[in-house]
């Protein structure tokens, strides 16, 4: 029987951490490896944001890649297989989701995250026998954006929250009152607070809507980067020199731009 790209993927990684394989990658540990699967990670979301599906192929096979190979590290170091991370996981899977693999029911997807929050806290019991806090399975390496956004997502699972979409939007009006008090100063730690409890506000309230901050701020950082290269274009085809334009016609080349791109998604 032909063996399936993930065995052949696997026949690779043994040939290269073979002891006549690759110098580099016997030298490599579970360790070592991190910061290539956050690179690649980052990566991979980026290819799939910007929609290009060839990048997204490639991109989901290096991830694909490291995470055999982290894998297969820890079998070597006999701790567990592929095997035993993948069977756990589908357990877990089926744990989590009993309104599909069980008789359970839920009204609303709110009643559905408090379940598995609630699922999830029973699995992760202490040696003396009390669940875990609420947050001691945040990740500290997450993206302070993304923290926020599943800071405020694990809150309201428990009820900790805002009633309503309108207190929230009192509380970011109120954070961008404090923000302008202490902006007329210069008391810069008082600044950084106010602007941090601001920017958590907002990402609390756009976690309200369906919106991660994360990704929102992601989506604008693009659309400006897209829109500068094109005013930049828009320049060097009039022969200007575009550091050197004043402020008001830099402003008419980034309109243009919008036109466009407006023009274009319309």
């Given at each position: 029987?032909p ?46 944001r ?12 290096d ?7 982290v ?21 877990k ?8 693999f ?11 995250l ?8 029973a ?20 993206p302070?954006?993304?923290k ?13 929250t ?19 008090d202490?902006?007329?100063?210069e008391?810069?730690?008082?600044q950084?607070h ?26 604008a ?19 200007l ?5 004043s ?20």
């Amino acid at each position: 029987m032909p063996k399936t790209a993930l065995e052949e993927l696997q026949a690779v990684i043994d040939r290269l951490i073979a002891p006549d394989g690759c110098p580099w990658d016997r030298k490599q540990s579970p360790q070592s490896l991190t910061e290539y699967i956050i690179e690649e990670c980052y990566e991979l979301v980026s290819a799939i944001r910007s929609d290009k599906i060839v990048d997204v192929c490639e991109e989901l096979g290096d991830v694909a890649f490291l995470l055999l190979f982290v894998a297969r590290l820890y079998e070597k170091q006999g701790h567990f297989s592929l095997d035993d991370a993948l069977n756990s996981n589908r357990a877990k899977m089926i744990r989590r989701h009993p309104h599909v693999f069980g008789e359970a029911h839920f009204d609303t997807r709110d009643d559905q995250l408090k379940a598995w929050e609630e699922i999830k806290r029973a699995e992760h019991v202490e040696e003396e026998g009390k669940p875990k806090g609420l947050y001691d399975s945040l990740p500290e390496s997450l993206p302070p954006l993304t923290k926020a956004y599943r800071i405020n997502s694990k809150a309201a699972r428990v009820g900790f929250t805002w009633k309503d979409d309108e207190e929230v939007e009192q509380q970011v009006e109120a954070e961008w009152l404090e923000w302008l008090d202490v902006s007329a100063g210069e008391d810069k730690e008082a600044q950084q607070h106010e602007l941090g409890d601001l920017l958590f506000s907002l990402a609390g309230l756009g976690r309200r809507k369906g919106i991660k901050a994360n990704e929102a701020l992601d989506m604008a950082n693009r659309r400006f980067l897209r829109r500068f290269h094109r005013m930049e274009e828009l320049a060097c085809a009039k022969n200007l020199d575009f550091p050197q334009l004043s402020l008001d016609e830099k402003d008419e080349l980034w309109n243009s731009a919008k036109a466009e791109e407006e023009k274009g998604g319309s």
